[in-house]
Each structure stands twice: as C-alpha cells, then as structure tokens.
C-alpha cells in the first residue's frame, strides 16, 4: 500500500527514494521469512524498480514540480490509477518473489539479476491482472482513506532534515504505518484481494516456475 502512495508524493526525487526503500524493505522481510540471507546488492537488483538517471529524473523532476503539486493535491483521483498500478506491481513482485524463495530460487544458486529478470518476464506475460483491478477499485472507494494516509506519510517526510538516509526514511514510514487510516485501507486491500481467484496465483506461480527451470543464463 505504502508503494502506492509514493507516486503521489509531490516532491520529485524523493518520490522515487521511498519507492526504492520501501522495495528493498519488502524484498528483505520476504527473503527472512523464507531464511534466506541476501547481500546489500542482491537485495538492491531483485527488489528495486530501475529508473531513468538521477541527472535526468532531477531535471524534469524540478521543471513539473508545481504541475505535480496541483494535480496531486486538488485531482488526487486522477492518480488513482497510477497509485494503484505501483501498488499491484508492487504486490506481484513480492508474491512472486516468494514463490521463487520456496522454490530454492535465489542466490547464490540463481543470480539476483536472473531471478529479477525472470520475476519480471512472468509479469509482462501476464497483463491483466484481477489484482490490479481488485486495488483500483479499494482505492477509488477510499479516497477521504488514501488521502489521510498520504497526508501523514508526507508530514512525516517534511519533518526529515538534510540526508535522507534508509534509517530516516524508516521512521517516517514507521510514523506513517501507525496512523488509523493506514491500518484501515490495508484491511480494505486485503479484502479485495482475497477476492482475485486463486486461478490466477496458479498461473503466475506456473508461468514463473518454468521460467525458473530454464538453466542459469540462458534465459526463458
């Protein structure tokens, strides 16, 4: 849910490092409930989304920065879409991501780019997605919901002062999991959900599973 506000976060850059920190957080806690350790970098290349240059995201960041403002504050809904998007995505990799740890997917018996790559190539053969549609629709029905819960993450970002390091972006998080609406649209989130038809898990678990099979470096 977290990585679905972050596209609503009206502060280029710092939009894309939650994002970023909040995939590594999910990549870590999936990987140590399954037992398994992976380094800095592993966690960095399974769990982060690549992006354009910081250079180039900086630069256009600063120049729709008063555009994204408006649009984020006073058409909210019209981010719905967006913020649902990143959430779905958000949901697969880590479902999948798990599937691939019980199936003894990881390094160093499979390359953390390998295992990223074929993660991703299970979700592009899979278009559409009941759970894309399942949190669009929680989110369209709690938008006083989604806006608390973005407000409280923001404020506890604003409070952040000069580097913005994992530990601090922790405890802005932290600060915003603790507020009432956050609990309430996972609650909404996890209902909606359970409603997807477990034919499309199985699916996704099959379609990755013998992506995995292929043999290291050969590709699917």
Do not use: C, W
């Amino acid at each position: 849910m977290l990585v679905g506000l972050t596209p609503l976060i009206p502060v280029p850059i710092l939009d894309d490092r939650v994002k970023a920190y909040l995939e590594r957080r999910l990549t870590r806690e999936i990987a140590r409930s399954r037992g398994v350790a992976l380094s800095e970098d592993d966690v960095r290349a399974i769990g982060e989304t690549p992006g354009d240059g910081m250079l180039g995201r900086l630069g256009m960041g600063v120049l729709l920065l008063p555009l994204r403002i408006i649009l984020r504050k006073v058409l909210l809904v019209l981010n719905v879409k967006r913020a649902s998007d990143a959430a779905s995505a958000a949901y697969h990799r880590g479902y999948l991501l798990d599937v691939a740890l019980d199936a003894g997917a990881h390094p160093p018996r499979r390359a953390a780019a390998e295992l990223r790559a074929a993660i991703d190539a299970t979700l592009q053969a899979s278009p559409h997605s009941p759970i894309g549609a399942a949190v669009r629709l929680s989110f369209e029905g709690s938008n006083a919901l989604l806006r608390q819960a973005l407000g409280a993450l923001i404020a506890a970002l604003k409070r952040l002062r000069g580097a913005k390091g994992d530990g601090d972006l922790a405890g802005a998080v932290e600060k915003a999991e603790a507020k009432d609406a956050y609990a309430s649209l996972i609650g909404r989130l996890r209902t909606s959900i359970e409603s997807v038809p477990a034919g499309h898990f199985h699916e996704i678990e099959e379609r990755l599973l013998r992506t995995l099979s292929d043999p290291p470096g050969t590709g699917s």
